[in-house]
């Protein structure tokens, strides 16, 4: 497998503290592979139509970015 590397950027966002409220809640963003690098997810071998002799290498890519976003809350 050919080296692999992605950047993970998260922010979260905590709400005020109420007086007589029971609970607290937070927001939370994040992006997975922020700068949308394909990163092969696996790599498969198939012989090549021309020449039955040689093996090719073929990647397969799972996702580029994947943005999320969350709300958490604690009681």
């Known amino acids: 497998m050919p080296d692999n590397h992605r950047l993970d950027l998260a922010l979260t966002l905590k709400g005020k503290k109420k007086p007589g409220r029971n609970w607290e809640g ?12 394909k990163n092969p997810w ?3 071998f198939k012989q090549d139509d021309d020449n039955p ?3 090719k290498a073929e990647k397969t890519y799972l996702f580029t970015f994947v ?7 604690k009681f």
């Open 53 to 55: 002799k040689v093996m």
């Open 42 to 44: 696996y790599i498969s």
């Open 26 to 37: 937070e927001w939370n963003f994040s992006l997975y592979n922020a700068y949308g690098r």
């Open 67 to 73: 943005p999320s976003i969350t709300y958490n809350f």
